[in-house]
């Protein structure tokens, strides 16, 4: 959350001339309703059921860069459909994350204490994407062309 996946992922498909993709945006789409929305009415079960059928539609169907929800890579099945394939974690610390996302965040899973909420977060979430990951990136203090960078010039072309 706030480490930039649809910002990074919009500039290196455009670097390397295919399509980007964002999981999030595909679960609003098939809803027809924000994800806050899908929260609050039908539960975070709910949303999770459709993020890991986003993902796994999106693996088998799109060749180009996709990026996952802060959340995607917590299933199981998720982290096995992406065994094989190149998976950047962008790895983003508490101060920027908050400043990113704010304080007055929307999102469901910031309700209340929105820095408390997203050091809990990070904290429970990174070992899962560090074990999942073929390439981490810290963004902290960096721009998404930078960070961009970084990630193009580790895996050079883009993946297969």
Known sequence: MGAGKTTVGALLAERWAVTARDTDADVEALEGRSI???FVDSGEGHFRALERRAVADALASHDGVLALGGGAVLDPSTR???A???VVFL???LSDAVKRVGLGSTRPLLLGNVRGQVKALL???APVYESVATLVVDTDGRTPDEVADEIAAA???APA
């Open 123 to 125: 904290d429970e979430r």
């Open 80 to 82: 096995d459909l992406l």
């Open 84 to 86: 094989g394939h190149t």
């Open 36 to 38: 806050s929305d899908i």
């Open 155 to 157: 895996i050079g072309e």
């Open 91 to 93: 790895r983003v610390g």
